[in-house]
Structures are given as structure tokens and as C-alpha cells.
């Protein structure tokens, strides 16, 4: 991703980019004369990601809420695009969990606020991880994450530990 960025032009011109890329959403895939965002499908999973490899962490957040709140509805055809065997559902709940395993393989989060007031998910070897909401994660980015009581600076969190030895992992997002 800090290579994407680079190749984009360097963190202000990526975000600028990607303001332009995201100002719009499609919703019937990515037609060739309209270049603007389509998160139905696995490549565009990650675009709001690079705002935060960008520096732009709260836009990563903001953009997650959007689109949740416009493309994902409680009907029949309530997703964006083809769901590919339940990968777009499972887009959108790590989405609505606020935890995203933004690197196959690695064991990591990248931390973008859950929109529960509290979601608790158990892991198969007992571990659990806790995520609380303090304030309306629709007010905005989080103002302060913290692990297990202490305060994050950076918006991702190693998960090897309790997927080795079980153990609970509280996340809480102020707002």
C-alpha cells in the first residue's frame, strides 16, 4: 500500500485522487466512461484503505460509513454488485465489526470503528475479541481506540497472540 501511494504521486496527491475517485458510487459494476468508485466487487474491497496508508485514517472511516449506509439495505437485492460466494457480505460485516484483515496471511486489523454499541466475536480456540462503541459512530471518525486499555496511535492491531493462547482482546472506540 506505502508503494501505491508513492506511484499515485505521494500522499496528498493520492488523497486527492481518491476524493475524485469516491465522490460518486456506482452501483452496476464499473462501466469503462465513468471512473469512479464500485465497492460490489473484491477489487475495490480495499480502496478506502489507501486513504490510510495516504495519512487520511478519518477518510478511510468516512467512506466506510457511506458506504454502508447507501449500498448495503435490509432487502433482497440490499448488496452492491455479485456477492462471489459471500465475499461482499463478509466485506460489509467487517465493515459494520470495525476490525478489517486488510493483509492475507498476516495476522492483523486495521481498526476502523464498529457501528455496534457492542459486538462480541469468539474465536474457535475460546479467545474472544470485544469491540465497544462509546458515543455515534455515525457522528464521525473515532476520536481514541484503545486495546485492552491502552491507546493506540497508529489504527492496527496484531491478533497472534490470541489466536495462539486463548485470550480477550476488548477494543473500544471513542467518538
Not at 504521486?9 to 476524493?19: S, T, V
Not at 455515525?138 to 497472534?160: A, M, R, W, Y
Amino acid at each position: 500500500m506505502d508503494a501505491l501511494v508513492e506511484r499515485m504521486g505521494g500522499p496528498e496527491k493520492a488523497i486527492e485522487r481518491l476524493n475524485e475517485f469516491t465522490s460518486k458510487f456506482l452501483i452496476d459494476g464499473w462501466p469503462v466512461d465513468q471512473p469512479y468508485y464500485w465497492p460490489g466487487n473484491q477489487p475495490g474491497f480495499v480502496v478506502p484503505f489507501v486513504y490510510t496508508y495516504a495519512g487520511a485514517h478519518d477518510k478511510t472511516q468516512q467512506l466506510i460509513r457511506d458506504v454502508y449506509t447507501t449500498l448495503f439495505m435490509n432487502a433482497p437485492d440490499g448488496l452492491p454488485g455479485d456477492d462471489d460466494l459471500g465475499a461482499t457480505s463478509g466485506m460489509n460485516l467487517f465493515f459494520m465489526l470495525g476490525i478489517y484483515p486488510l493483509k492475507p496471511g498476516v495476522p492483523e486489523f486495521c481498526l476502523t470503528g464498529t457501528l455496534f454499541e457492542r459486538v462480541r466475536i469468539k474465536l474457535d480456540n475460546g479467545s474472544e475479541i470485544i469491540a465497544k462503541s462509546k458515543g455515534d459512530p455515525f457522528s464521525g471518525p473515532f476520536q481514541s481506540v484503545t486495546v485492552n486499555g491502552e491507546k493506540l496511535t497508529e489504527p492496527f492491531i496484531d491478533i497472534e497472540e490470541i489466536i495462539v493462547n486463548p485470550g480477550r482482546l476488548i477494543i473500544e472506540y471513542e467518538y
